[in-house]
């Protein structure tokens, strides 16, 4: 039924098809707030089976979910927004982070964007790396790359 559904006359399809709930399954789809609000926009609305469109939007942005965490008094590793390279050798620098540190594009999702920085020689490679997948992925291309970066445990085998 999803695939029905015309984004530019969303009603008179939903409406000639008797929609009144849809399921997006898994992956994209599901994930998505815009989605979730466009069916509830619609008249008469699509009820959106899954997270309300305020879950979704918090699940979908790192730095939100990592403010709601804090928040919540979780204990969580030190990590910031970063805008360049040099922000990533200077969240190494200090006391209490130290390499090696794993930067991420908040952009990317699944696992792409995310890089290991083992010391300050390979911060700019790994930064340079996570922003082609935030020029990828960005649907703002007017706003600067931006990344988290947070403290990696590795961890230590006997």
């Not at 997006?24 to 599901?30: A, I, Q």
């Not at 699509?46 to 990592?66: E, N, Q």
């Not at 209490?96 to 995310?114: H, S, T």
């Amino acid at each position: 039924m999803l695939a029905s559904i015309n984004k530019h006359s969303p009603s008179s399809d939903h409406n000639r098809n008797h929609c009144t709930h849809v399921h997006p399954g898994y992956g994209f789809l599901s994930e998505s707030p815009d989605l979730a609000n466009d069916l509830a926009q619609l008249d008469p609305p699509i009820t959106f089976i899954g997270p309300t469109v305020s879950t979704l939007r918090l699940a979908g942005d790192k730095m939100l979910s990592r403010d709601l965490v804090n928040s919540l008094g979780i204990p969580i590793a030190e990590g910031t927004r970063v805008f360049s390279s040099e922000d990533v050798r200077s969240f190494a620098a200090l006391p209490q982070v130290n390499y090696p540190i794993m930067i991420k594009a908040l952009d990317g999702g699944g696992g792409r964007g995310i890089r290991l920085v083992d010391d300050a020689s390979s911060a700019d490679e790994a930064f340079k790396r996570c922003g082609c997948q935030i020029l990828w992925h960005n649907l703002r291309p007017d706003s600067p790359p931006q990344m988290h970066r947070g403290k990696f445990f590795r961890p230590s085998f006997c």
